[in-house]
């Protein structure tokens, strides 16, 4: 691939802004890149090089035994590299680095996303794990051998029979005080562990998540040290089983475990949040179990968190690619006989393409703030019990929205690029099929919704509190917090929802944020209130009559619950614009947050008209407007992929090289030289149309011959 | 797999219907899987049995070069059954039976995608080319070989430059009457041949589509018989490149020709609709270069047929997994302390599973009416220019509607078993990554809704005669045929518009079957109005402008293209209900048919406030309706997917195997027993609340105690 050839593969016709006498604004390609790699820029930076590096990359067509091989040799080059200890403390050779940590890690997605997971499965889960959950005992035994890679390890927490309801499990562990050890068991089939990565070839000990029992009580969820193999295969009492082939991820080795009464000492506990003492007396610095279990959960937020940045980068990869290509495409002459159009310039292309790049500038700002969120919390800047309730929420809402996006991102790139979509090296087929996982593991996106919508009936229960918190409560995850649900502009909306102007003024109805604003937190906030309303009067039914209530509203309430993700990209969108300085760039990424609110309302358009919200009359303004919006942004779709700012050594897509250009112009040169060679080939169509008007020309004048000599005659 | 185990698998909890005292009823299972077989329920049985034997299906894993060896070897096997004759003629050992030969085909995909398209490539396109435009002498001299493989061929239509748009591929065909041959020649890079499954390693011969040039004229594109290889590899002037890995169907050795003045003989000219004598003259019995070109494409017309065929079974095969699975599967305790939901029981994932059965049972129907008609046009029986056109917007129809929801159904269905469902061996995964190039091959999804968007258009300026025909003519691409708009239903709609009755009679109003079909016809209709009336201001514009016109409609006339497919789905739905004779089955399929119908408009939902079709206060009630429908239909979901009929050995998963219920089983016993123990483990939380309650109770005691005391006192 020529690095000069993709740099020079656009030009930007110059088209003027609809009704504006000014010279088309140009973004500011650079200076946009920079405020897209945000706080932590150096960090990506650091990473994307790697992730340009060959060695780093995935291989296509490998072996699933190759494959595996591979990832676990990049994970020990990622450690002579420096590239995995930035969020383990500098006693160890770390930096403390959290937010820096996870923006690199998800870079590493664009060389193979089964080094991205397997590099989580080791540093981010595993070795966090023995981190967050255990104490200076265990950082000191352990976390030198996890961050070298002389212990490679598993997290155990997934079984077959839970995933998403971990605080479920069954596997136990049960404190021996005869010998001070725990006996770590799966009782059953379905307590077996699985999908682990790690577990089924490389993993040398795991984190295993168990009931914790002890003097005859269950303390619920703990994690727990256990080694797992030594050079010789599994340890006594443990088996396993490879999960095989996956859909994708193949460079990691998924698998099960189970345990038959394994012993491991005591202080394999990993006690940060709970202990267990000689006598097998149980202490925890968080008297109610039910906080405790969340508050374990809650320090393994980041996989949530780097799937939502991975998602990120996968989109801006693949829509770099389908766009450029979309930008040298040509078929069907619709408006020239002599060269065909180019595809972007289709219509139905723009609403295919450019949307998606309106959505992936949303994520790519709305992960930047949960990114500051996250390091504000494990950095301990600000770390109350509010701010971790609020990064749990946050995270719980964004990674479902982007996870999604981006497996509709690649999947309409792939469709918008054809068969040459579908050959493996132009990458799409691949990072789809990597990146179907993330939808459903590290919490399923439909429960994480849940979460997210009891969340909001909660914080809109405290608001009313005439409302009975009964039922609520029983649904309720975590208690404190606030939620961007925008009040004030209500007022606003009933004033302006009267007025039905001209389409034009509608249109500048539709492009003014605060009714952008208010029509996106008015569609959650009464969806929210809808359901709270309803489940009051369940509050006097027995538990299981409450839960049919709930049940009977699932679908609109996790709907809901979507439509806050999507808020919150909105108004991380809308915030990103005050920091662009360049008004060039300010008015295009304006028209582009524009596109992103609009293509939101317009997916629930149907809600709005249902509300009241928006007249019949004021919705069917919404589609043309949108799609003059493209046409608008349509000069810059090429700049605004560019500023992702993916090199070739990332994209590594044929179609994304120039090669289409060159194969369309090298054609056109053909045919336009052999259109002017004398006795050219002509084709037989012009030849049935010169010969229909020769002979309707010879009829007239037969015609008119005929009428001459009748004049003649007469 | 344990086929008792799978037969039993499911036990169906009797419900009664809201609002009705009869008893539940149940579906008759034999009766409605014998209507889903169809006309050709034979030959799908038969084709079923050998893609139930284990030589016919896919060894996951292996590589690119083992699959295609496989595959290749699978055809010969199929060839040995006599499983691929009969769209042949009698005379060369076929039974010129169309409808039943694409049947049978499409129930291949069962056993390996790989296995159908590959089957696809040989039989149906590059056999099929020589069938239907050649004549006699070349039936008699490549047929047998064809049929027998002894000559593997490619189908080498597509060139890099130009897929969907095959009346500008760039490759010549040339007659040189000196020799009394065709030069074939590439000119450039973009006119390669390319994606041809058999090119890249198998193909002895392939079927060539060429620009005819004779005499300095270019009579358009041709199809040529053209010897590709022999057991040195390629012959003299033509080569090639092999299109490596793929997004899926790796057992298709697709690739690139090229050919280099490559000389055939004039005899290898498929000349039924076109040929050259040895002085070099043209003649064909279709005067309009236009007509023949759409007359030779539309020979092919089968592919599409069986895409749509193929997408309807994998969206079976998929549903009948996962809804198995969902009626097995537990997962968290809502109403229960002692046991899980099943989760097909939460709302969300009927929404998510009984939606699609409702989908998968409208796209099966739709097939089979395809089928007829296409059975009908190629054995002759119904065989007019209205029948082949009328089958070919048909199939622009639904193919683009089949396999777009395939992809969608066998994503969900992954997603609802989660980490279960991304594991190879539960098939969802390498469907989907199979089926994937379905929505961009045999025409890609988008340009068919186009080309069906025009008839549509087209149908509609010769309604109405008052519409100038100028601008809608350029764009039109066949000029006959009658579409399915309905127009008498709008006076009916119009009166109950104004109708804002009870939820009750709003509900009653929405499972009327004419209000649906009012509903959904009324939405293509009046789309297409909206456009035609747009472009009528366009006819006196030059070309470019119009284009420019069409352009600026273009998504509106594809999602109104989209919503013409669905009617057509619902109304083939509707048509099947009238064949069902049982009436519990009928009952519960007519409950089957309102979900799919009310599916539709709830996802046009904004369209039918937008235009007055429904009141805001009407489409508020919609969804609450579809919710309750799913809830009467979830006591026959395993019912519906099990009328599917495939087994155990076509499904192929795990999870589907009854293996899920067994490990609940043993879960839920080994609790049972656990619980029942004397000294049983008590929960933490248990402890807690239990302190809490009488800790509340020593308070109480206190004060009352005290009160006595002041009592006492005073």
Redesign the interface.
């Known amino acids: 691939m020529n690095q000069n050839e993709f740099g020079k593969a656009h030009t930007v016709t110059q088209q003027k802004p609809e009704g504006s006498g000014r010279p088309e604004p140009r973004i500011d390609i650079a200076a946009l890149g920079e405020q897209l790699l945000g706080t932590w820029a150096q960090e990506r930076r650091t990473s994307r090089d790697l992730a340009g590096r060959p060695e780093f990359q995935r291989i296509?067509?490998q072996?699933?035994a190759e494959h595996r091989e591979r990832v676990l040799g990049q994970l020990s080059l990622l450690v002579d590299e420096g590239a995995i200890q930035r969020a383990f403390p500098e006693a160890l050779g770390g930096s403390n680095n959290h937010g820096g940590n996870i923006a690199a890690f998800e870079e590493l997605v664009t060389a193979d996303p089964s080094l991205q997971i397997k590099a989580g499965v080791q540093w981010g889960l595993f070795g966090s794990a023995v981190l967050h959950l255990g104490t200076a005992g265990h950082h000191e035994k352990w976390l030198p051998g996890i961050m070298d890679l002389s212990i490679p390890g598993a997290f155990a927490m997934?079984e077959?029979?839970?995933?998403?309801?971990v605080a479920?499990v069954?596997t136990t562990a049960t404190y021996v005080p005869e010998t001070d050890e725990f006996e770590i068991h799966t009782?059953?089939?379905?307590?077996w562990k699985?999908?682990l990565g790690n577990a089924a070839l490389h993993g040398r000990a795991a984190v295993v998540f168990a009931q914790l029992?002890t003097r005859?009580?269950?303390?619920?969820v703990h994690a727990f040290y256990v080694p797992l193999r030594d050079e010789n295969g599994f340890l006594p009492g443990i088996g396993g089983e490879d999960?095989?082939?996956?859909?994708?991820l193949n460079g990691i080795d998924n698998g099960r475990l189970h345990f038959d009464h394994v012993r491991i000492p005591r202080i394999n506990l990993l006690n940060r949040y709970g202990d267990v003492d000689a006598e097998g007396t149980?202490t925890s610095p968080i008297?109610?179990?039910?906080r405790r279990f969340f508050t374990m959960l809650g320090t393994l937020v980041q996989g949530r968190v780097s799937l939502d940045g991975a998602a990120v980068a996968a989109s801006k990869v693949a829509l770099q690619i389908a766009v450029t290509y979309a930008g040298q495409r040509r078929?069907?002459?619709?408006?020239?006989p002599v060269r065909?159009e180019v595809i972007l310039?289709?219509?139905?292309h723009q609403?295919r393409l450019i949307s998606r790049i309106a959505t992936t500038y949303a994520m790519s700002f709305a992960h930047e703030e949960l990114l500051e969120k996250f390091d504000g919390v494990f950095s301990g800047a600000s770390d109350t019990d509010e701010d971790r309730q609020d990064l749990e929420t946050l995270a719980a809402a964004l990674k479902p929205t982007s996870t999604w996006n981006a497996?509709d991102i690649l999947?309409e790139c792939?469709?918008a690029c054809?068969?040459a979509?579908?050959?493996?090296?132009n990458r799409?087929?691949?990072l789809?099929?990597d990146l179907?996982?993330y939808?459903?593991?590290e919490g399923?996106?439909?429960v994480l919704l849940?979460l997210v919508a009891k969340r909001l009936l909660t914080d809109y229960a405290k608001e009313f509190r005439h409302l009975d918190a009964g039922v609520l409560a029983r649904y309720v995850v975590r208690q404190a917090g606030n939620v961007a649900i925008n009040r004030s502009g209500l007022r606003q909306l009933a004033q302006t929802w009267a007025d039905t102007g001209s389409e034009k003024r509608s249109a500048n109805f539709l492009k003014d944020a605060q009714t952008q604003r208010d029509l996106l937190a008015d569609r959650v906030r009464t969806a929210v209130a809808e359901v709270a309303d309803e489940m009051r009067g369940a509050a006097k039914l027995p538990?299981?009559e409450g839960?049919?209530v709930?049940?009977?509203?699932?679908?609109?309430i996790?709907e809901a619950a979507r439509a806050h993700g999507e808020l919150l990209l909105w108004e991380a969108f809308t915030a990103a614009l005050e920091e662009i300085e360049d008004a060039d760039t300010r008015q295009v990424m304006t028209w582009v947050r524009d596109l992103f609110g609009l293509q939101l309302i317009?997916k629930d358009?149907?809600w709005y008209?249902?509300?009241?919200r928006l007249s019949?009359q004021r919705?069917?303004t919404l589609?043309p407007y949108i799609?003059r919006l493209l046409a608008r942004l349509r000069p810059h779709a090429q700049d605004l992929v560019d500023a992702f700012g993916y090199g070739p050594e990332h994209l590594r897509a044929d179609i994304a090289s120039g090669i289409e250009a060159e194969?369309?112009d090298?054609?056109a040169e053909?045919?336009r030289r052999e259109r002017a060679k004398p006795?050219a080939?002509?084709?037989?169509?012009i030849?049935?149309a010169r010969r229909k008007a020769a002979e309707k020309a010879q009829r007239h004048a037969a015609k008119a011959a005929a009428k001459k000599g009748r004049k003649v005659g007469a």
Do not use: W
Request: charged residues 25%; aromatic residues 8%; without cysteine.
């Open positions: 296509e067509g072996s699933m997934t077959i029979g839970h995933g998403s309801d479920s069954a009782p059953f089939r379905a307590a699985d999908y029992i005859g009580v269950n303390h619920g999960d095989g082939l996956k859909g994708g149980y008297a109610s179990p039910g078929q069907f002459n619709a408006t020239s065909e310039d289709y219509q139905r609403r497996l999947q792939r469709e054809g068969g979509g579908f050959i493996t090296k799409f087929t691949s789809r099929a179907d996982v939808v459903t593991f399923d996106n439909n849940q538990p299981a839960a049919r709930f049940n009977e509203h699932q679908h609109e996790i317009e358009l149907a008209q249902m509300h009241g019949s919705a069917r589609g799609n194969r369309q090298e054609a053909y045919l006795g080939v002509v084709d037989e169509k030849l049935v």
